[in-house]
């Protein structure tokens, strides 16, 4: 039965989220194997973050080839969990910035991961700082990047002390 929104707390909300710190790719590949265990006891554990896979995959490869390798093993991983447990998986990834081979070619963002990375996922989101927040109110832009049910599209938000709120209208 659902829970009405009077009965939520922090602590049930909170509850239902499974953190683990991982330092390497070898700690990661350890908890992939463990978390289908972890969720079997903790049952209330809805969502997974991954809070960046990419601090983990972007330095000490020489070979790009087995990173891009078991980059595509964690993904189809914790796709297979997704599935079989029924929760929501999120993982982050950062952006790097990708300068001209000229001075005159425009520097851009890209994802950290590369693309292979960004293709994998079924859903990708992009939140950056806005840079029309003349009014200090420390907004963000999301923007939906790939979706398999929505069109691109962005809106404007704020997280302060009451959560996330809307600070205009969509992009």
């Known amino acids: 039965m659902a829970k009405s929104v009077e009965s939520l707390t922090v602590e049930s909300l909170l509850g239902g ?5 991982c330092k390497s790719y070898t700690h990661l ?15 209330s554990v809805k969502l997974l973050v991954i809070d960046s896979v990419a601090s983990i995959f972007r330095h000490g490869f020489k070979d790009y080839s087995l990173r891009s390798k078991l980059l595509i093993h964690v993904m189809q991983s914790l796709a297979r969990l997704a599935h079989d447990k029924q929760i929501a998986v999120v ?14 070619d425009p520097a851009y963002f890209i994802p950290a991961l590369g693309d292979s990375w960004g293709h994998a996922a079924s859903l990708r989101l992009l939140i950056e700082i806005d840079a029309e927040d003349s009014d200090g109110e420390n907004a963000r832009v999301l923007t939906i990047v790939k979706s398999r049910t929505a069109k691109r599209s962005s809106t404007r938000f704020k997280i302060d002390e009451r959560g996330i709120r809307d600070v205009g209208i969509a992009l």
């Open 91 to 104: 993982v982050t990834n950062q952006i790097v910035t990708r300068f001209g081979l000229s001075r005159e």
């Open 29 to 43: 590949f350890a908890l992939l194997h463990q978390i289908p265990d972890l969720l079997q006891t903790r049952q």
């Open 17 to 21: 989220i499974l953190v683990q710190q």
